[in-house]
């Protein structure tokens, strides 16, 4: 019973081809642009995460001085230490150039203050520095080891004539990594005559404590969010924008979808009715027109998977051609 009822059925497409185009068409629309945009913001997701883990570091606030390009007092910090602020690490940058011409940016920090950090949060444990082994150690992501071709134990040869080293190999969570140099205070300090801190960074802190603690550095400093907190609520924002899209998009395939199978259904009534005069019963009617929602739905997913990821594929690669 149930094939002569689905010849009779399917053979409507028959006589309309256009319209199994536009059904096959509308779904795999909305399920392409939704697929396509799916895996642009999971490519987006991606890489973020790998860029900000250049950057990354286990404090989301900053202490700098109130005008651009001076630094802070180390009188300043070591009054902070007393007042009890253990969450706030000295940071010291400099730029300067290997020998082979190759410009490096060396991050040095105080490694005391550093311990006392880990030791009073236990959740950045996995950020800490493990200059134990040697202060005059370098730590260096793998992405940086590799862009230069720097090897485990290297030691790098200054333009001044100066060496620092040996080169350790750091994991991509730990501060600093990336695009710098990681290193105790002591290297910085032995190849500048810098005076006080570029920056402190401090840990996490409740309103009441950063509350006092601008009260405590003003009007010499002020404390601000790190960069990477501040960039944090604008990509989540950016992602949710995007799914936005491809739900959007699928909702618009959909009713394509849906406007088509019900003009295919409304000019299929009359031979409904003929084959209910026959004595075919509504149950074999359903079953039928349900495999024939399932076929579309399957024909739709594999069209519209397809030509998602191709789209999503097209556009990451023209986005990065120059």
């Known amino acids: 019973m149930y094939v002569p009822v689905a010849k009779a059925l399917f ?32 490519h987006a997701k991606d890489s973020y995460e790998k860029g900000a883990n250049l950057f990354t570091n286990p404090f989301p606030y900053v202490l700098q001085h109130q005008q651009r390009g001076k630094r802070i007092p180390e009188s300043l910090y070591v009054s902070l230490r007393r007042e ?12 300067t150039r290997t020998a082979d011409g190759e410009d490096i940016q060396l991050m040095g920090v105080d490694t005391v203050a550093m311990f006392s950090f880990n030791r009073a949060n236990p959740d950045a444990i996995k950020n800490q520095q493990p200059l134990s082994l040697g202060y005059e150690s370098l730590w260096v992501s793998q992405e940086l080891a590799n862009h230069f071709g720097w090897k485990e134990g290297q030691n790098l040869k200054l333009e001044s004539g100066q060496t620092i080293g040996p080169i350790k190999l750091m994991e991509a969570r730990h501060i600093g990594a990336g695009t710098r140099i990681f290193g105790d205070m002591s290297v910085i300090r032995s190849l500048s005559d810098h005076k006080g801190f570029k920056q402190v960074y401090c840990g996490e802190m409740s309103k009441a404590e950063r509350d006092a603690l601008r009260a405590f550095v003003q009007p010499t400093a002020m404390l601000t969010r790190t960069e990477s907190a501040q960039l944090g609520p604008l990509t989540h924002a950016f992602h949710l924008n995007l799914f936005a ?78």
């Open 11 to 42: 053979g409507h497409y028959r006589r309309h081809p256009f319209q199994v185009l536009l059904v096959w068409l509308g779904l795999t629309l909305g399920v392409a642009l939704l697929v396509g945009v799916m895996s642009i913001n999971q």
């Open 84 to 95: 009890g602020f253990a969450q706030c690490v000295p940071i010291d940058f400099l730029r």
């Open 245 to 322: 899209m491809g739900l959007l998009a699928f909702v618009v395939g959909l009713f394509i979808f849906y406007q088509a199978i019900s003009l295919s259904m409304a000019q299929r009534q009359p031979l409904v009715g003929t084959m209910r005069e026959l004595g075919v019963g509504r149950k074999s009617l359903a079953l039928v027109v349900s495999l024939e929602m399932l076929i579309w739905l399957f024909l739709g997913l594999i069209g519209g998977n397809v030509a998602g990821l191709n789209l999503a594929q097209k556009l990451m690669l023209q986005s990065q051609l120059p």
